[in-house]
Antibody
Framework: EVQLVQSGAELKKPGESLRISCKGS????????ITWVRQMPGRGLEWMGT????????NPSPSFQGHVTISADKSITTAYLQWSSLKASDTAMYYC????????????WGQGTTVTVSS | QSALTQPPSASGSLGQSVTISCTGA??????VSWYQQHPGKAPKLMIY???KRPSGVPDRFSGSKSGNTASLTVSGLQAEDEADYYC??????????FGGGTNLTVL
């Protein structure tokens, strides 16, 4: 079964660092780019950036560039989303999704990771 | 930056049809996909490349495009169709746009 399994919910304080993960299985991890999507409470979906797990080449959204880092470790078929200094406004649900190389659609989604940043 | 515009809400009665629109630049709606999201759940791909359905998606869901507007039509509405729906477009270089989402209510 093709699936993306994300790490569990996080509760952090402003200024702390965080890395959340997204593990792919059941398919060739290096041939499908991984996309990260943010959903703030009660709001819509926002594209954060995409990574080629094979080459670790990233395409970050200008809205998020400089605030988050997207990376991947193909040896363990895992992609990451990382913050060095969290803000309260980072409180959101974060999804990873697989980009189909043929249809250019996000055909498999992780279950989501809730990040809460509060003092 | 380009944008995809959706109506914030739509509604229809059980068994009827409803259409949700997604308007953007003509180049942005050429490869639109649609996602369904139930409360507390991850989005699910319902339509890709404007008109195609992934395996397992009921044929009650259909997509179309006219000019710079893509549309998702849900026919024979069922209670479980009540959800948020998002259009999205791949705009090249592995970059995406999302519409603001439409909350579909089944009356």
């Amino acid at each position: 079964e093709v699936q993306l399994v994300q790490s569990g919910a996080e509760l952090k304080k402003p200024g702390e660092s965080l890395r959340i993960s997204c593990k792919g299985s059941g398919y060739s991890f290096v041939t499908h780019w991984i996309t990260w999507v943010r959903q703030m409470p009660g709001r819509g979906l926002e594209w954060m950036g995409t990574i080629d797990p094979g080459e670790s080449y990233t395409n970050p959204s200008p809205s998020f560039q400089g605030h988050v880092t997207i990376s991947a470790d193909k040896s363990i078929t895992t992609a990451y989303l990382q913050w060095s200094s969290l803000k309260a406004s980072d409180t959101a649900m974060y999804y990873c999704a697989r980009l189909s190389p043929t249809t250019r659609a996000l055909d498999v989604w992780g279950q989501g990771t809730t990040v809460t940043v509060s003092s | 930056q380009s944008a995809l515009t959706q109506p914030p809400s739509a509604s229809g009665s059980l068994g009827q049809s409803v259409t949700i629109s997604c308007t953007g630049a003509s180049s942005d709606v050429g490869g639109v996909s649609w996602y369904q999201q139930h409360p507390g759940k991850a989005p699910k791909l319902m339509i890709y490349e404007v008109t195609k359905r992934p395996s397992g998606v009921p044929d009650r869901f259909s997509g179309s495009k006219s000019g710079n507007t893509a549309s998702l039509t849900v026919s024979g509405l069922q209670a479980e169709d009540e959800a948020d729906y998002y259009c999205s477009s791949y705009v090249g270089s592995n970059k995406f746009l999302f519409g603001g989402g439409t909350n579909l209510t089944v009356l």
